[in-house]
């Protein structure tokens, strides 16, 4: 067994599996997280409930971090920064400054879990007033107010009595430069769709997308329900703006099933923001010196069976800092690097 | 009934008929709904197109049996109205729409949107079934629907000159198929007397009969009295 432990950077889904699994494997793991607490976006969001299972994200995430802390080959670094690394596969120097001193950290390997962000409306290229009308809002804001248990108008205080979602804002868009799908909107949307009409059930709800991406399970889970049960409005046809009207917000856009044009009111919009590579993910990849795709997500080394090795030997990463990812890619993606974090730096040892 | 105009356009009556009561159209549409079968008869739709990529009926006209899946799901009465007012009717009734991947039928849809509109006593109806007073005719009365001796020399030029060959022996061509039952002219094949008084009793008990009522007043006076006739030679009261 190595003595070097096996460095974790960042403390959300991705990075509490590689920790868990690593720390259960026999390693000594250090955790580093920027934020002062762990569980990564999901809890820094307000998320109500994980998709697709709709189990509180509190709960679900919290019982992973306290069986996680319970390890005792675990250190876990909050309020951290990586700074800098030296050193090779087997023997890496990591500087990492917490509470306002640097420390360097000595490891075998590394697996970055830096996750993503959501993309910020502000810069979609439609017109949707984000940042100008109080009542279009993105997903992460309806997740928390979810969470609360409190939907309302954020301009009047008033329940909702129409609200859409519009999918792909941020993704698929040449123009923003985001090409990739995002993967979990579309289930997101539906799930968060379901628990607006369970909680307002005189609120008519719509989605317009320029296709619906349930892939797996989720179609039955998530979609089908969301259509069959909770009579969610799903409307193909992208929207090209929102304008006040009155007090109400004008959708503008196409209803390509009927074929025409559509106009119509609603009281809350809802931007299906995608993923996007977190700060500290594009930061990550400079200091660790691994290579980023075109979108500035690390760049997975050797696909399509290789999902979790980077361009550096030694150092592998997990999660949404690789790229779009849903939850249970996240945990699969962070036990595989953990593993083979391990793994690596025994072929070292041995070598 | 919702009071938003339930539609997603830019005019106010997208559907047309502005001048029809959204009363009375969402009443039509909660009759659709309320039918027993519809439950089965739509789920949901994602828009796949296979419904019009096999119907025979879109190939000619412009008719979509996505778009009467989508306005029912969508449960958008002012389009379900515009369509039960000229869509439905451009349906042959093929139920090729079956192939559906979430198992909805949008043919079976189409069937109970007739209905209403037949039990409503909508204009269209009439219109729609106002060509086929014969066969209505021939079915409720025979059980069986265009028969033999409806190849007139003339009648269907359209279906080429073998019509007028045939029509000449017609007794004998008939007589010339292998199956006896179609040794018939003036119905389709032969029909036994037990199954006409049942058919009878069930045009009559189901509603059936005076679904007609509406659509063709003389046509329902005519078979009510051939039905009443027969039933009472049985000796078999309503």
Redesign the interface.
């Known amino acids: 067994m190595t003595d070097k432990p096996i460095v974790v950077i960042g403390g959300g889904p991705a990075g509490i599996s590689a920790a868990q699994t690593a720390c259960d494997l026999g390693a000594e793991v250090v955790l580093i997280e920027q934020r002062g607490f762990l569980g990564g976006t999901p809890i820094a969001e307000n998320y109500a409930s994980l998709t697709p299972h709709m189990r509180s994200a509190e709960e679900v995430v919290g019982a992973m971090v306290e069986r996680l802390t319970a390890s005792t080959s675990l250190e876990v670094l909050l309020d951290a920064e990586v700074t800098g690394l030296s050193g090779e596969a087997g023997a890496f120097a990591l500087d990492v400054a917490a509470g306002g001193a640097v420390r360097t950290v000595d490891c075998a390997s590394i697996v970055v879990a830096s996750g993503f962000r959501h993309f910020d409306p502000g810069r979609e290229t439609q017109m949707y007033g984000y940042y100008e009308y109080p009542d279009v809002i993105a997903l992460q804001d309806l997740e928390a107010m979810l969470k609360a248990g409190d939907v309302r108008r954020p301009s009047n205080g008033e329940t909702p009595?129409?609200l859409c979602f519009i999918q792909c804002v941020g993704s698929r868009d040449r123009h923003i430069g985001n090409e990739y799908c995002s993967k979990v909107c579309c289930g997101v949307a539906s799930k968060e769709a379901i628990e607006v009409r369970e909680a307002i059930p005189d609120c008519?709800v719509?989605i317009f997308y320029i296709d619906?991406r349930m892939y797996g399970y989720w179609e039955s889970q998530i979609?089908?329900p969301a259509?069959?049960r909770h009579?969610v409005?799903?409307?193909?046809g992208i929207v090209s703006e929102v304008l006040a009207k009155g007090d109400k917000l004008l959708v503008r856009g196409e209803?390509t099933?009927?074929g025409?044009?559509?106009?119509?009111?609603m009281d809350m919009v809802v931007l299906s923001v995608g993923m996007e590579p977190s700060a500290g993910t594009r930061k990550l990849a400079g200091i660790l010196g691994v290579e980023q795709n075109k979108y500035g997500f690390i760049q997975a080394a050797n696909p399509p069976l290789d999902t979790v090795s980077t361009s550096k030997p030694g150092i592998f990463a997990a999660g949404a800092a690789l790229g779009p990812a849903d939850l249970e890619d996240c945990a699969s993606s962070g036990a595989a690097a953990a593993a083979r974090a391990l793994s690596a730096a025994r072929m070292v040892i041995g070598a | 009934m919702p009071t938003?105009t339930p539609?997603?356009?830019?005019n106010d009556s997208?559907a047309g008929f502005p001048d029809v009561d959204p009363g009375y159209k969402h009443r039509l549409f909660e009759q659709v709904m309320a039918d027993h079968r519809m439950p089965d008869y739509i789920?949901?739709?994602?828009?796949c197109g296979i419904c019009v990529a096999v119907c025979p009926s879109a190939r000619f006209y412009d008719f979509s049996p996505?778009?009467i899946a989508?306005?029912v799901?969508?449960?958008d009465f002012e389009?379900v109205f515009q369509q039960m007012q000229e869509d439905i009717w451009e349906c042959s009734q093929c139920f090729s729409c079956l192939r559906c991947p979430?198992g909805n039928n949008p043919g079976g849809i189409i069937t109970v949107m007739r209905e209403v509109a037949i039990n409503e006593g909508l204009a269209t109806a009439k219109q729609a079934l106002e060509g086929y007073s014969r066969i209505i005719y021939k079915i409720m009365s025979t059980g069986t629907q265009v028969s033999p001796d409806m190849l007139q020399p003339d009648a269907f030029p359209d279906w080429g000159p073998e019509v007028k060959d045939v029509s000449v022996n017609l007794d004998l061509w008939r007589r010339a198929l292998p199956p006896e039952t179609h040794h018939t002219t003036s119905t389709g094949w032969s029909v036994s007397e037990r199954t006409l008084i049942e058919l009878y009793l069930i045009w009559m008990q189901t509603g059936a009969l005076s679904m007609i009522k509406d659509v063709d007043e003389g046509l329902h006076m005519i078979l009510e009295e051939v039905m009443e006739e027969r039933l009472e030679e049985e000796g078999i009261e309503i």
Do not use: I, N, S
């Not at chain 1, 025409?260 to 009111?265: A, F, Q």
């Not at chain 2, 539609?7 to 830019?10: F, L, Q």
């Not at chain 2, 789920?43 to 828009?47: K, L, M, R, S, V």
């Open positions: 009595k129409r008519e719509f619906m979609y089908w259509q069959e009579h409005q799903y409307v193909k209803d099933t009927m025409r044009p559509m106009e119509t009111l | 938003a539609a997603h356009y830019k997208p789920y949901g739709c994602y828009e996505r778009r989508q306005a799901a969508r449960q389009l979430r």
